[in-house]
């Protein structure tokens, strides 16, 4: 029996010193044969022009979100703001979206290529391509269309060109809005309706 534990108090002994070694070696072979570093696997650098960034200060994808006064949630993402030296709360901006949600769960959904957004006045005018889909099934192109901030208000001064459930319409002008808690699309300035019965 006391040969067995002088065997094993042997084998202890040598283990304390043989693993420490073993484990120093493996590290120093682990940092003497590390691979180097290409600079091509380095991170990359930002392309951005911090001197144009500076003459030109911009917004990239901000959110405007608000509630009109008849409960309505308005909100407006655009690609690229960029404030308006002009005045405070001025903003012009490329590829814009918005999103009009009335208390009663209908949708209206508006892109355009560029616009502006006047807090001070409480304004959205987007021109361009203006898209507007309704969730009533209105799809509307028009050149310019201004948005209040404050209520529910959409208006086109210019032509209007519609695909509706009841066919298409050809109008000078477009106004939407609220009424005694009704939202009311009104075409006017030569409307022409092509009825397109459903088949």
């Given at each position: 029996m006391a040969a067995h534990d002088n065997i094993h108090s042997r084998l202890v002994a040598w283990l304390k010193v043989i693993l420490p070694l073993a484990a120093l070696a493996l590290l120093s072979?682990?940092?003497?044969?590390?691979?180097?570093?290409?600079?091509?696997?380095?991170?990359?650098?930002s392309e951005v022009d911090v001197e144009e960034l500076a003459r030109e200060p911009r917004l990239t994808a901000p959110r405007y979100s608000g509630v009109t006064l008849d409960g309505a949630a308005l909100s407006v993402t655009a690609e690229v703001a960029r404030p308006d030296v002009g005045g405070a709360g001025q903003a012009s901006?490329?590829?814009?979206?918005?999103?009009?949600?009335?208390?009663?769960?209908?949708?209206?959904?508006?892109?355009?290529?560029?616009?502006?957004?006047d807090t001070a006045a409480g304004l959205l005018m987007l021109t361009g391509d203006v898209q507007i889909a309704?969730?009533?099934?209105?799809?509307?192109?028009?050149?310019?269309?201004?948005?209040?901030?404050?209520?529910?208000?959409?208006?086109?001064?210019?032509?209007?060109?519609?695909?509706?459930?009841?066919?298409?319409?050809?109008?000078?002008?477009?106004?939407?809005?609220?009424?005694?808690?009704?939202?009311?699309?009104?075409?006017?300035?030569?409307?022409?309706?092509?009825?397109?019965?459903?088949?």
């Amino acid at each position: 029996m006391a040969a067995h534990d002088n065997i094993h108090s042997r084998l202890v002994a040598w283990l304390k010193v043989i693993l420490p070694l073993a484990a120093l070696a493996l590290l120093s072979t682990m940092f003497l044969v590390s691979r180097g570093i290409a600079p091509e696997d380095a991170l990359p650098y930002s392309e951005v022009d911090v001197e144009e960034l500076a003459r030109e200060p911009r917004l990239t994808a901000p959110r405007y979100s608000g509630v009109t006064l008849d409960g309505a949630a308005l909100s407006v993402t655009a690609e690229v703001a960029r404030p308006d030296v002009g005045g405070a709360g001025q903003a012009s901006a490329t590829a814009l979206t918005a999103r009009l949600e009335t208390p009663d769960g209908i949708t209206t959904d508006i892109a355009a290529s560029d616009g502006q957004l006047d807090t001070a006045a409480g304004l959205l005018m987007l021109t361009g391509d203006v898209q507007i889909a309704a969730s009533s099934g209105y799809a509307i192109t028009t050149g310019a269309l201004t948005a209040a901030l404050d209520q529910t208000l959409l208006t086109s001064p210019g032509a209007v060109v519609a695909t509706a459930p009841m066919g298409r319409i050809d109008a000078g002008a477009m106004r939407m809005t609220s009424q005694d808690g009704d939202y009311v699309l009104v075409f006017n300035g030569g409307v022409k309706l092509v009825y397109e019965p459903k088949k």
